[in-house]
């Protein structure tokens, strides 16, 4: 059996061709084969076929030996946090994250949440399942229910220095997925009310899937921001392991900016920390870090990439533009709940809106956020592509993609690690035009290679 749901650094497939029951028995088999774990955390999300698959995963668990500690329906950073809190052997999430419905995945660490990428044991799992060369156990393990919610919270609070926050008024758009009963269990710790938008959870998404990096999920949250004339807006995918926000006018802000916000109030507390960041845009986080007297560390993008130079560097904080957000303190795992509650801190005590915030950053580097284009042969476009751009070019690297540097703009493509795209970001230096300009152009030259 060839497995092509194995990804860079997660498991993602079609159900039921790629991924079924089988498959993800056999991972759950191969997964103990290979860590030897002796108690590994299990949790999914809403999709309708998780709670199939997680009965699957914890049959091949425990069928090698593995007592499982079942968290049921929770967010990825859950199953996080309870691998690391409970100092269980590993933990596994089955979920899909933004991906379209008829999908579903696994997220997969080891101790400590410590991931486990295709250059940390994934290409071995995936051969291990793949042959299913499994042998009898010496014990049979056993399934445990185990409720973290409450740690989980605390811990969430104790990233604010003081819970006396004004009463904001925030729009919460959980998009009917996991998000709603975490955000339940928060709402009693913060003097701040809740608008909540899409709240319960339901795995058919009547509401579409619970994806705002879309131009049209967007709507719902800047809509009912504006109706409630609330202070801001915040949005999740899935797993919640993203989050996104809306400034008082309703206005999407890119994840990069918010990178930079976290950032600073990072190296505030903490002057000469090191700060991780992305390839895909770059200049404002490069500049705010270098003012705060921090260091800025270029890492791949991926959850698993990022972590792991998160624990090379031992660096503080880390940001992607696509709204991941990493912690040291949060055994340097992604959260989508700690950085909107670190940013309703800044905003209280800075005593400036959310937009105001942001707004010299924006016009100091205006970007055009993340474009997705289906594109013939990836790797041969980026070859053209700079091929094409590299007279005029002042810096190129090959990190993630490809990024070009041209002085008073730059752009990075890179192929995704989960869907069959291409990304595009392109920024420029205080020049809105200029990104414009760029972006259309780069665009075309996209859809002429498609059309050849």
């Known amino acids: 059996m060839e497995l092509t749901c194995f990804k860079a650094y997660d498991i993602r497939g079609r159900i039921p061709d790629e991924l079924d029951?089988?498959?993800?028995?056999?991972?759950?088999?191969?997964?103990?084969?290979?860590?030897?774990?002796?108690?590994?955390?299990?949790?999914?999300?809403?999709?309708?076929?998780?709670?199939?698959?997680?009965?699957?995963?914890?049959?091949?668990?425990?069928?090698?030996?593995?007592?499982?500690?079942?968290?049921?329906?929770?967010?990825?950073?859950?199953?996080?946090?309870?691998?690391?809190?409970?100092?269980?052997?590993?933990?596994?999430?089955?979920?899909?994250?933004?991906?379209?419905?008829?999908?579903?995945?696994?997220?997969?660490?080891?101790?400590?949440?410590?991931?486990?990428?295709?250059?940390t044991g994934l290409v071995e799992i995936r051969k291990l399942a793949e042959a299913a060369e499994f042998g009898d156990p010496d014990r049979f393990g056993t399934?445990?229910?185990?409720?973290?919610?409450?740690?989980?919270?605390?811990?969430?609070?104790?990233?604010?220095?003081?819970?006396?926050?004004?009463?904001?008024?925030?729009?919460?758009?959980?998009?009917?997925?996991?998000?709603?009963?975490?955000?339940?269990?928060?709402?009693?710790?913060?003097?701040?009310?809740?608008?909540?938008?899409?709240?319960?959870?339901?795995?058919?998404?009547?509401?579409?899937?619970?994806?705002?990096?879309?131009?049209?999920?967007?709507?719902?949250?800047?809509?009912?921001?504006?109706?409630?004339?609330?202070?801001?807006g915040i949005a999740w995918d899935g797993d919640f392991d993203r989050c996104f926000l809306f400034d008082e006018q309703g206005q999407f802000i890119e994840g990069y900016y918010i990178v930079g916000l976290l950032a600073a109030a990072f190296l505030d507390k903490e002057p000469g920390a090191k700060i991780i960041h992305d390839p895909r845009l770059v200049w404002n986080t490069q500049e705010i870090v270098k003012a705060g007297g921090g260091i800025a560390v270029q890492s791949k993008s991926g959850h698993a990439f990022i972590k792991e130079r998160m624990r090379t560097e031992d660096a503080i904080y880390g940001g992607e533009m696509s709204a991941h957000?990493?912690?040291?303190?949060?055994?340097?795992?992604?959260?989508?709940?700690?950085?909107?509650?670190?940013?309703?801190?800044?905003?209280?005590?800075?005593?400036?809106?959310?937009?105001?915030?942001?707004?010299?950053?924006?016009?100091?580097?205006?970007?055009?956020?993340e474009i997705n284009r289906e594109v013939n042969n990836a790797p041969a476009a980026l070859k053209a592509l700079e091929q094409e751009y590299a007279p005029a070019a002042r810096e190129i690297e090959h990190l993630d993609g490809l990024s070009m540097d041209f002085g008073s703009w730059r752009f990075n493509l890179r192929s995704s690690n989960t869907e069959p795209v291409v990304r595009l970001n392109v920024e420029s230096r205080a020049d809105q035009e200029l990104m414009e300009e760029k972006t259309r152009e780069l665009l075309d030259w996209l859809e002429r290679w498609q059309n050849k």
């Open 21 to 119: 029951e089988e498959v993800v028995y056999r991972i759950g088999r191969a997964y103990a084969q290979f860590l030897q774990p002796r108690r590994v955390v299990v949790g999914y999300d809403v999709r309708l076929t998780s709670p199939l698959l997680s009965q699957a995963l914890c049959l091949g668990l425990t069928e090698a030996g593995v007592d499982v500690y079942d968290i049921g329906q929770c967010g990825t950073e859950e199953v996080y946090f309870a691998t690391f809190h409970e100092k269980m052997d590993g933990g596994i999430m089955v979920t899909a994250s933004h991906n379209p419905m008829n999908y579903n995945g696994l997220k997969l660490v080891r101790e400590e949440a410590r991931p486990i990428s295709a250059d």
């Open 325 to 369: 957000h990493y912690f040291r303190d949060f055994s340097y795992c992604d959260s989508g709940m700690i950085p909107w509650l670190l940013v309703l801190e800044l905003m209280a005590k800075s005593k400036k809106p959310l937009s105001q915030m942001v707004q010299e950053c924006i016009a100091a580097y205006p970007a055009s956020g």
């Open 143 to 232: 399934v445990h229910p185990l409720d973290v919610r409450e740690p989980y919270v605390k811990h969430l609070l104790s990233y604010l220095d003081t819970l006396d926050l004004p009463e904001f008024k925030v729009v919460v758009n959980s998009g009917n997925g996991c998000a709603g009963p975490t955000l339940d269990a928060i709402e009693p710790h913060l003097p701040c009310k809740m608008i909540k938008v899409f709240h319960e959870p339901d795995g058919r998404f009547p509401n579409g899937i619970p994806n705002p990096m879309l131009l049209e999920n967007r709507a719902a949250t800047s809509k009912a921001v504006l109706e409630h004339g609330a202070d801001v």
